[in-house]
């Protein structure tokens, strides 16, 4: 993945979706550690400080924990807990946007629904 | 620790305010931008924090001292700029043989990697270089003296786009190697934005802010909506940017201010790069008033 520093989303979320993407994807297993600031800062290219803050939020979420000294681990439930968190919150807030876009160019419901079946066949 | 610590320094050429009141504080092992207009007070800054030039008044210390004609401050800092000289008697080599008998904590390792990997030659003069080549020279000159307190002033000036991208890796890579206080100028956020924790901008020699990156992003907002309803939100807040986009469409950049209930308009993040500039800038309005 590369890192977008003029995208809108700061580079620290980026940073923290990415460690949440590779803990989906199971690369990072629970009680395994994860990157530090300063291999993540390596990795993409950013300031170790912009890194750490990633590292933080997931901490202050429970999806990593940190052991002093040894660095920081993903939490048994971590793959949950993401995977809750974006079904509530990112699904929600994409499907949002897809209902209005689709008001704003009169697609109906049933278009929409028959637009979404389509997708999954295809993929 | 404080590394950098001025109060009200001011300092003019003549009857040209270069500075007219400085006041901030930089932690150690930190990378800060040092960003503003061109005779914004840069270099000037840069030069004070080097012990090059006295300042007229207020305070400056580095690692505690006043810097002009300080030795404890000219043996661990280091100001790399297109001023840079070096005797003509010696070669790019002597150079980089003499240099540790200046900067006791030189890297000479990192520095002929460097030097082999730029492809510079040896036996050339540094007065006979070319802007690039010599950037590129002073670059590594900079980054081997490991100086606890390393500037850069416009560092890749003159330099083309591959040796741009490599200088700001290898700054990253040393920096977290040997992490130590870096205080890069730049017209060009944008190019640095992505190494910086920390942006000090200033203009017309005072300091606009001193904020962390992620501050400065959410520092502004844009707003697009219909004219009269963008006016009536815009009516009590500071007002950073405005451009017309036609006859019912307004634009206008304003400093956020808590939150906002923002329904009919459209908002859109402002990059750091565009805050700076829309805060430096002279008027309100830009260069297409100009042609109107």
């Given at each position: 993945m ?46 170790p ?15 990593l ?16 807990t993401?995977?809750?968190?974006r ?9 949002m ?24 066949e295809?993929? | ?9 001011k ?17 150690d ?5 040092l960003?503003g ?14 012990g ?6 207020g ?8 810097p ?21 008697s ?12 200046f ?33 590129t ?25 591959a ?19 870096i ?16 942006i ?8 606009v ?10 520092y ?9 309803k ?5 009516s ?11 006859d019912?469409?307004l634009?206008t ?20 790069s565009d ?18």
């Amino acid at each position: 993945m590369n890192i977008a520093a003029d995208s809108t989303k700061p580079i620290y979320i980026q940073i923290a979706e990415w460690i949440e993407n590779e803990i989906i994807a199971d690369r990072f297993k629970s009680d395994e550690k994860v990157h530090s600031q300063y291999q993540l800062a390596d990795l993409f290219n950013i300031n170790p400080a912009t890194a750490a803050k990633g590292l933080t939020i997931l901490v202050d979420q429970e999806i990593l924990y940190k052991k002093r000294g040894l660095g920081m681990f993903v939490a048994i439930k971590a793959k949950a807990t993401i995977i809750k968190k974006r079904r509530s919150e990112t699904l929600t807030r994409m499907a949002m946007e897809l209902v209005l876009e689709a008001r704003r160019l009169s697609v109906s419901e049933d278009e929409l629904i028959q637009l979404i079946k389509r997708c999954e066949e295809e993929q | 620790m404080k590394v950098i610590e001025c109060q009200h320094v001011k300092k003019s050429y003549r009857k040209i305010h270069a500075l007219e009141d400085i006041t901030f504080q930089i932690e150690d092992h930190k990378i800060t931008g040092l960003i503003g207009r061109n005779g914004a007070g840069k270099t000037t800054l840069l030069k004070i924090l080097a012990g090059f030039v006295n300042e007229d008044t207020g305070d400056v210390r580095v690692f505690s001292n006043h810097p002009f004609n300080n030795l404890c401050v000219s043996a661990n800092s280091i100001l790399v700029d297109n001023q840079m000289s070096f005797p003509d008697s010696l070669t790019l080599a002597d150079i980089l043989e003499i240099a540790p008998s200046f900067y006791s904590k030189w890297d000479a390792q990192l520095a002929a990697r460097l030097f082999h990997y730029f492809n510079l030659n040896p036996k050339q003069q540094h007065s006979k270089l070319s802007t690039g080549t010599r950037g590129t020279f002073n670059m590594i000159f900079g980054l081997a003296t490991r100086c606890e307190l390393t500037m850069f002033d416009e560092p890749t000036n003159g330099m083309d786009e591959a040796v741009r991208t490599d200088f700001y890796r290898a700054l990253l890579k040393e920096y977290i190697a040997h992490p130590r206080t870096i205080l890069i100028s730049s017209h060009h956020l944008a190019e640095i934005e992505h190494l910086l924790e920390d942006i000090l901008l200033i203009h017309k020699g005072k300091v606009v802010f001193h904020k962390s990156l992620e501050e400065v992003k959410e520092y502004a907002v844009g707003i697009q909506g219909p004219i009269e309803k963008v006016i009536e939100f815009t009516s009590q807040m500071e007002i950073l940017h405005t451009k017309q986009m036609n006859d019912q469409l307004l634009y206008t950049v304003v400093k956020k201010d808590g939150p906002m209930n923002l329904e009919g308009v459209s908002t859109k993040p402002i990059s750091p790069s565009d805050i700076c500039m829309y805060i430096t800038s002279d008027s309100k309005g830009g260069i297409d008033d100009v042609f109107n």
